[in-house]
């Protein structure tokens, strides 16, 4: 089975700056078939389910602010906020679902 | 408005049984494949289970497979997870969520705690 591993397990950043969370999958998610990357970004606030972010590794989804964006191929994949509002202070999960399902550990991104 | 809203979860003991089930509306139910996906805080989201729209073709996490059985009811706009011989790594909250693939809406969640 396919092993996702995210890296940092959480991270502060100030407001307006830049964060940045990868995600590195144990095989490659890319499809042969439609050549997309099997790989989608979640958001969970506390309380809250999570709420899909990103999905074929870099479409947005609806309604998703443009500040999100999801980028990589193969193995290694990266989501990035590119100007943090503190309504962004979520953990946040990569997600394969090229080989049965599996989710990363999850990143914490706090304000500093 | 899209819904999905869980119920079902208690306290059980182990060896037991709970069915969860998933009342869906806003959207035409049996066109969507549908999952089951669990939480816990040590060992954070896991999927569970997936069922085809039709309710054909059924997924399932080896950590449940033969244990476990999802199904779903078009008519009802209604999905559920039967789960059996129920052991304490089971313990979780459980989601319903709307995909197969990436999941693109999902409820609120309901509690399973399996403990004597």
């Known amino acids: 089975d396919i092993v996702v591993t995210q890296s940092p397990d959480s991270l502060a950043v100030s407001l307006g700056e830049r964060a940045t969370i990868n995600c590195k999958s144990s095989?490659?998610?890319?499809?042969?078939?439609?050549?997309?990357?099997?790989l989608a970004w979640y958001q969970q606030k506390p309380g809250q389910p999570p709420k899909l972010l990103i999905y074929?590794?870099?479409i947005r989804e609806s309604g998703v602010p443009d500040r999100f964006s999801g980028s990589g191929s193969g193995t290694d994949f990266t989501l990035t906020i590119s100007s943090l509002q503190a309504e962004d202070v979520a953990v946040y999960y990569c997600?394969?679902?090229?080989?049965?399902?599996?989710f990363g550990q999850g990143t914490k991104v706090e304000i500093k | 408005e899209l819904q999905l809203v869980e119920s079902g979860g208690g306290l059980v003991q182990p060896g037991g049984s709970l069915r969860l089930s998933c009342a869906a509306s806003?959207?035409?139910?049996?066109?969507?494949?549908m999952s089951w996906v669990r939480q816990t805080p040590g060992k954070g989201l896991e999927w569970v289970s997936g069922?085809?729209?039709?309710?054909?073709?059924?997924f399932y996490a080896d950590s449940v497979k033969g244990r476990f059985r999802i199904s779903r009811d078009n008519s009802k706009n209604t999905l559920y997870l039967q789960m059996s011989s129920l052991r304490a790594d089971d313990t979780a909250v459980y989601y319903c969520?709307?995909?197969?693939?990436?999941?693109?809406?999902w409820g609120q969640g309901t509690l399973a705690t399996v403990s004597s």
């Open positions: 997600q394969q679902y090229y080989n049965t399902r599996a």
């Open positions: 095989q490659s998610v890319l499809s042969d078939g439609n050549y997309k990357n099997h």
């Open positions: 074929w590794a870099s």
């Open positions: 806003g959207f035409p139910f049996s066109q969507f494949d």
């Open positions: 069922i085809g729209g039709s309710g054909l073709s059924t």
């Open positions: 969520a709307r995909g197969l693939l990436a999941l693109d809406f």
